[in-house]
Nanobody, 118 residues
């Protein structure tokens, strides 16, 4: 069973910064892609950013230029640096890890709350 443990959420004023961390219970090199998703109240979960093998990254248009995803294989951890935060970034942020065995298998963390006050 893969465990993903998020940390780093909290309350911050608009314009501020937070860094989320996702620690995996096994080597992150075993996943083809890892990423962050978020879900605001009353909305569907949406992709925020992903980082794949060879550190290829992908971002939602709404966070481009403000958020940066990175991975540290030595620590089995993926980070999301969030700058210039806006109230609309308020959501529960979930870490995701994906691998392909005979089919796609997704693992999720428990989520961490990010609240941006105006």
């Amino acid at each position: 069973q893969v465990l993903l443990v998020e940390s780093g959420g909290g309350v911050v004023q608009a314009g501020g910064s937070l860094r989320l961390s996702c620690a995996a219970s096994e080597s992150i090199s075993r996943f083809i892609v890892m990423g962050w998703y978020r879900q605001a109240p009353g909305k569907q979960r949406e992709l925020v950013a992903t980082v794949a093998v060879r550190s290829i990254t992908n971002y939602a248009d709404s966070v481009k230029g403000r958020f940066t995803i990175s991975r540290d294989s030595a620590k089995n951890t993926v980070y999301l640096q969030m700058n210039s935060l806006k109230p609309e970034d308020t959501a529960v942020y979930y870490c995701n890890a994906r691998r392909i065995v005979s089919s796609v298998v997704d693992y999720w963390g428990q989520g961490t709350q990010v609240t941006v006050s105006s």
